[in-house]
């Protein structure tokens, strides 16, 4: 540890601390504001990381880091694999204004201090849901039954409890796309006759779990089941799935309204789910000793007509599936708005059970259409640093440019400058190192922003010109210049993503077996760690 210390104070940063697994462990339990940050690539980050770190990765630091810690005086620990990646994120952080830093000596120490690792992503979410499906001992039904009372043609309905997008990737059949926090303001339009079955699916089992428990507490008189495993357990059975399907709940009733208002009044009694008004909130919103997250539950579309300003869009489903990349500070305030009241009661009923302390509903529509700004941390290279789209043209005519991209690996394979190469940011060195170099160095990216805040990095790395793209490869694009999806050149690994069972290239019936049995050693695990203060409310 005082080679670190050591290490930090030469390259500047004597604004962070030290602090040892324990330390850590005792933050975590004591009430108190705090983030921790995972600053490794996601991928790597999934093999193996603090149960409650927010994965932010060095390389897209400026892009991501204010939304989820927007605070500048919240207590941070940044962590890495003791690579210098602390201390660079360090200087960002502190010239942004952020002052209260602190870093463990690399994530093995934790595990080299006795305490515990995870890997996969989202893991205190799945981790709820499997506690939860424990707890409440939730009702489930597999895929062979739900295929028999299909082809039985039996009084039931199928609910698609995942955003609009990921049921029209495959669903189940007859399947209605009802995403997770509308599911209460929605089913009893869906299902009118009690007699009717309810089951709840999503892609493996989160989802599905808190949608039907979520029905199930909420009183609707249906029997309600979660589709055990979801679309992989679905797969995995020989049953084949649909895709490109468009069903979608419809308006809901004055009558289906008026049983969701009931509904989560009860629910909101019971989970001491708190309302506050305007006033409130807006005294909330200066209080500059506290982190206030301010999220829009409903439909997305519903967004988009009028939020009020400065609400981020969290469908309330994502927000209890994905937690972690929404609110990245422990103990900060959230604020849920549903005019309803319906979709925002739910979700905060769960926020509750996770233990979210202070979390609370508005019911307000707003008038804003346009999301908050985005909140990029840094400055924008200096003019001599830019070049434009001509320019480049001019520079690639002539074969004296050399192309780096530093977006997404997915979206770089997707599409790219013609003859680009695909690095890392915060492994530029290493890539650089690859890359045949001729004529100037032109780093880009999807918008051009990332690029910008990486060139002065990379003037220090190599001995000729460096520029960043203006706009990006979205400028080139609406440029009239083509991009390609051919010619792909790695200077570096896809490490930047974790890929879904479904996504990856080897055997997906493996990886998708694979991961639910994650999944279901999850609760062990949580058990094992200690950190985790999920609340079971009692009938």
């Not at 989820?68 to 990646?85: F, S």
């Not at 083509?482 to 997906?508: F, H, I, N, S």
């Amino acid at each position: 540890m005082r080679m670190r210390a050591e290490a930090s104070a030469a390259a500047g940063n004597d604004v962070m601390q030290m602090v040892s697994p324990s330390d850590l462990k005792a933050m975590l339990a004591d009430g108190q504001e705090l983030a921790i940050v995972d600053l490794r690539e996601e991928l790597i980050f999934s093999q193996g990381h603090l149960l409650f770190a927010r994965s932010v990765p060095l390389s897209r630091l400026e892009l991501k880091f204010a939304r989820l810690v927007p605070r500048r005086g919240t207590r941070i620990v940044l962590c890495d694999d003791a690579d210098g990646l602390v201390e660079r994120a360090a200087d960002i952080l502190a010239r942004a204004g952020y002052t209260n830093l602190h870093t463990l000596d690399g994530v093995a120490a934790w595990a080299e201090g006795g305490f515990e690792l995870f890997s996969g992503v989202n893991v205190p979410s799945k981790a709820f849901g499997e506690f939860i499906e424990h707890a409440s001992a939730t009702p489930s039904i597999d895929a062979a039954e739900l295929e028999r009372l299909m082809r039985e043609r039996s009084d039931i309905v199928v609910l698609d409890s995942r955003p609009f997008d990921e049921y029209q990737r495959v669903s189940i059949p007859t399947a209605v796309n009802v995403p997770g926090a509308e599911l209460v303001l929605r089913v009893r339009d869906l299902a009118p006759s009690p007699q009717t079955t309810v089951v709840v699916n999503c892609a493996g089992r989160t989802r599905s779990i808190i949608g039907a428990q979520s029905l199930i507490n909420a009183g609707v008189p249906n029997k309600v089941v979660a589709l055990r495993n979801g679309t992989m357990g679905w797969t995995l059975a020989g049953f084949d799935c649909d895709s490109g399907k468009a069903r979608r709940a419809g308006d809901v009733s004055r009558e289906g309204l008026a049983w969701a208002k009931a509904a989560a009044e009860r629910v909101a009694r019971r989970f001491g789910v708190a309302r506050i008004d305007l006033a409130t909130l807006e005294r909330w919103r200066s209080d500059d000793a506290r982190t206030l997250y301010l999220f829009d539950v409903r439909d997305p579309r519903e967004y988009d007509a009028g939020h009020v300003a400065g609400a981020v869009s969290a469908p309330g489903g994502q927000l209890v599936q994905a937690t972690d990349q929404y609110a990245g500070t422990l103990g900060a305030r959230i604020v849920l708005i549903d005019p309803a009241e319906v979709r925002a009661v739910m979700t905060a009923s769960w926020l509750r059970q996770m233990g979210w302390r202070d979390v609370s509903v508005v019911a307000e529509a707003g008038r804003d259409t346009a999301p908050p700004p985005a909140q990029i941390l840094g400055d924008p290279p200096p003019a001599e640093l830019r070049i434009d789209c001509a320019g480049l043209a001019a520079l690639m005519a002539r074969n004296e440019a050399t192309v780096v991209d530093l977006s997404l690996s997915r979206d770089y394979l997707r599409a790219h400058i013609p003859g680009a190469w695909f690095a890392i940011r915060s492994r530029l060195k290493r890539a650089l190192a690859k890359i045949p170099l001729q004529g100037t160095l032109v780093l880009t990216c999807e918008d051009g922003v990332l690029a910008g805040r990486a060139a002065m990095e990379a003037r220090a790395l190599v001995d000729r010109p460096v520029r960043a793209l203006a706009g990006g490869n979205a400028a080139w694009l609406a440029g009239g210049h083509a991009l390609t999806a051919d010619d792909g050149r790695m200077a570096d690994e896809a490490v930047d993503a974790w890929l879904k069972p479904y996504e990856r290239p080897q055997d997906k019936a493996a990886a998708m077996r694979e991961y639910l049995s994650w999944e279901i050693d999850l609760p062990a695990r949580i058990a094992r760690d200690g950190s985790a203060n999920f609340i079971e409310f009692r009938p």
